[in-house]
């Protein structure tokens, strides 16, 4: 196997003593970020970026990713033993898991969380390994009418897709595009909507928002909250991991269709959300008492954190193979990379194997390593809770400050920030999705880049998007997926007709 | 429940807003009003894209097409929710802020604002030093020699991260020169 091989030399690249020590750093700083209240994945990975800024690139990226198994790991911790959700994704593992710790039996969810989690990622890892090679080489093929048209899914299947109201997902994603045009044009070379402001000149720049509108806006959120918790604490010892591991079997069938669930769920963007929901519920319809979920069933901790990280991890799959997150943070990662001076895409697996390679075996280890941490050291980080928030709140946002002058040494990026931290804040309120602004801002330029080179290559005929098979399906399907409401609408109206 | 008391953490919150403060404004009222603050965004954007040239040349599009037609989506968008919320029956609004509620968030977001505003002319880690310890003491209302020491523990963590670690330089305003750089 030509994966296989690879892998190995992934691990070739990782087995310094560097970036071992870069690893545990960013897993010990992934689960803190996780436990504390009002900061999780893509908070965590946006703050603490600027730490990579100066890295070479396979550091960075691996210290990166494991700010994010870390944190993932971390929210587990709060909605166990505090019945406090780090992340939305949390929220199905409160359900069982909090009772659990009622019942005294906090050691034996956390375990079974960090274990679920590990296998989800594991499986997760596992199809990285051997499909995203593959997507990439095809994807080599790809001209800009292609990549325009994966492009145009990705917004599509957002609106078509998402829960929110449609017009809020619109308006959200159109500012996230309209912001990415601003500054200088680089096809026609002309300035775009900077009304004569050199600051205005650069652009918006996806990180300074993404700090804003996840960082600062998530502390102005929090604090809005009465802060005062009351929970378990929780000693994990070698006998309880035993027990729970030799329990583990039984339930193969939970783990594996949650697996598929978060993998699934990952690559499309359906995210991590409705993969934990999605992997919880299924677990309870195919269970023979299903009235024992929700009051401290092993099971229900099982099946959600498996899809939840799951689809956490697989949602790196696009980002690598495409230069397309799957998820938030993977949106953060990919801004990263272009940080770190590389281009995302599927040329990434030619031009810097050892940079992709790194990253997947890091996966792996960061995963194993991640585990073991938990298991251990779980009194030490439920103890961070006890921390007051009037400490925490401003050391963050200091580490924001620092993350969005560090970008580009600008302190208009400041004020930039502070706007999108309002922004953020009125957004989540009133319902508007941050994340396909998170995408848009991402994703904007290099669409309307592949759109205009496609028009140029055509000379300006749109038949080029359905010019072949390949091409005209993806944008036939972009089109569906955009309209999908209105089709099951109209279809529902039609068939109770027929009947 | 069965735990014992020793196995639990408590964390109190004194300051926590009241549950029975008045609203300050419904999700309704704001709803309108970012559509609103949007719609005029768009148009604004939309004109200058308008005159940056929205046209179709014979290579494709010129550089304001995208821009124009996105502020014309963003446009629709907005009055579609604003018209969406003047159809609706209306109903008792859901409560966007309560006043005790804004009182705490600007309690974060006025000394974030001040901290921005000195760090031009402090430079960031006195400014940062300032800030945790200003909010820890007036704020959290934690003992003044711990919230003193926890911000100058902080700032120099922070330095000695970032400054010497990782080759990241931030504004040190007068003390800019002390470090000769």
Redesign the interface.
């Known amino acids: 196997m030509e994966a296989f091989g690879l892998l190995l030399y992934g691990f070739s690249v990782l087995l310094t003593w560097k970036i071992l020590a870069l690893m545990l750093v960013g897993l010990l700083l992934g689960i803190f970020v996780g436990v504390l209240p009002g900061l999780g994945g893509p908070n965590g990975v946006a703050i603490l970026l600027?730490?990579t800024?100066?890295?070479d690139p396979t550091s960075a990226i691996v210290m990166l990713s494991c700010i994010y198994w870390g944190a993932l790991f971390g929210g587990a911790i709060t909605s166990i033993?505090?019945n406090i959700p780090g992340e939305a994704w949390s929220v199905a593992t409160t359900f069982d898991g909090y009772p659990m710790a009622?019942?005294?039996k906090a050691a034996e969810a956390l375990t079974a969380a960090f274990t679920s989690s590990f296998i989800g990622s594991f499986v997760a890892v596992l199809l990285i390994t051997f499909l995203a090679p593959g997507i990439a080489s095809f994807a080599l093929k790809f001209g800009p009418p292609e990549f325009f048209a994966v492009y145009l899914l990705t917004f599509c299947s957002f609106v078509g897709l998402g829960r929110e109201?449609k017009?809020?997902t619109?308006?959200s994603m159109?500012?996230g595009?309209?912001l990415t045009?601003v500054g200088l044009?680089t096809?026609?070379g002309?300035?775009?909507?900077t009304?004569g402001s050199s600051d205005l000149l650069r652009g918006v720049n996806f990180l300074v928002a993404v700090i804003g509108l996840f960082g600062?806006s998530e502390?102005?959120l929090t604090?809005?909250?009465?802060?005062?918790?009351?929970?378990?604490?929780?000693k994990i010892s070698l006998r309880v991991v035993l027990k729970v591991w030799k329990e583990m079997p039984r339930y193969w069938v939970t783990l594996l269709r949650s697996s598929a669930i978060g993998c699934w769920l990952g690559i499309t963007p359906g995210g991590a959300i409705a993969a934990s929901f999605m992997g919880y519920n299924l677990a309870k319809r195919f269970a023979k008492d299903k009235d024992s979920f929700g009051k401290g069933r092993i099971e229900g901790v099982f099946a959600p954190e498996t899809a939840a990280h799951a689809s956490g991890t697989s949602a790196l799959l696009p980002m690598l193979a495409l230069g397309i997150p799957g998820s938030g943070t993977a949106a953060i990662l990919l801004g990263g990379l272009m940080v770190w001076g590389l281009n995302p895409g599927p040329l990434l697996f030619v031009e810097h194997k050892d940079f992709v390679w790194g990253l997947i075996a890091s996966m792996y280890l960061g995963n194993v390593v991640g585990l073991v941490i938990v298991l251990t050291t779980v009194p030490l980080f439920?103890?961070v809770?006890?921390v007051?928030?009037?400490?925490i709140?401003?050391?963050i946002?200091?580490?924001c400050?620092?993350g969005a002058?560090?970008i580009q040494?600008a302190?208009f990026d400041?004020?930039l920030m502070?706007l999108f931290g309002?922004v953020g804040?009125?957004?989540k309120?009133?319902?508007?999705p941050l994340a396909p602004l998170t995408l848009a801002l991402v994703l904007g330029n290099r669409a309307?880049d592949s759109?205009?080179l496609?028009?140029?290559g055509a000379?300006?005929d749109m038949r080029v998007f359905w010019s072949n098979g390949l091409v005209g399906s993806i944008t036939t399907l972009a089109l569906l997926l955009l309209f999908w409401p209105v089709i099951s609408k109209a279809w529902n109206m039609i068939r109770p007709a027929a009947r | 429940m069965t735990s014992k008391s020793e196995d639990e953490i408590v964390v109190e919150d004194p300051t926590a807003p009241a549950s029975d403060s008045p609203a300050v404004a419904t999700k309704r009222t704001v709803d309108v009003v970012v559509s609103l603050l949007l719609l005029a965004l768009a148009a604004l954007l939309g004109f200058d894209n308008w005159r940056t040239g929205m046209g179709w040349d014979s290579t494709g599009p010129q550089a304001g097409y995208f821009p124009f037609y996105l502020s014309v989506i963003l446009a629709v968008a907005c009055l579609w929710g604003i018209a969406k919320e003047f159809l609706a029956r209306r109903q008792a609004g859901e409560t966007f802020v309560t006043r005790a509620q804004l009182r705490r968030v600007l309690q974060v977001f006025v000394p974030t604002l001040f901290f921005c505003l000195a760090m031009q002319w402090l430079g960031l880690y006195v400014a940062s030093f300032l800030l945790v310890a200003g909010f820890m003491i007036f704020i959290g209302r934690i003992a003044a020699w711990k919230s003193l020491l926890t911000a100058l523990l902080f700032s120099l963590i922070m330095f000695a991260t970032f400054e010497i670690a990782f080759d990241v330089i931030m504004p040190k305003g007068a003390l800019e020169a002390l470090f000769g750089r």
């Open positions: 600027p730490l800024f100066t890295m033993l505090f009622q019942q005294g109201e017009h809020k619109i308006i159109s500012l595009l309209l045009g044009d096809v026609s002309t300035l775009r909507m009304f600062i502390i102005l604090m809005e909250e009465r802060l005062a918790l009351r929970g378990h604490s929780a439920a103890a809770l006890r007051p928030f009037a400490a709140a401003p050391m946002i200091v580490s400050a620092i002058f560090a040494n302190m400041i004020w502070l309002v804040y009125a957004f309120k009133i319902g508007i309307e759109f205009r496609s028009m140029i000379n300006g």
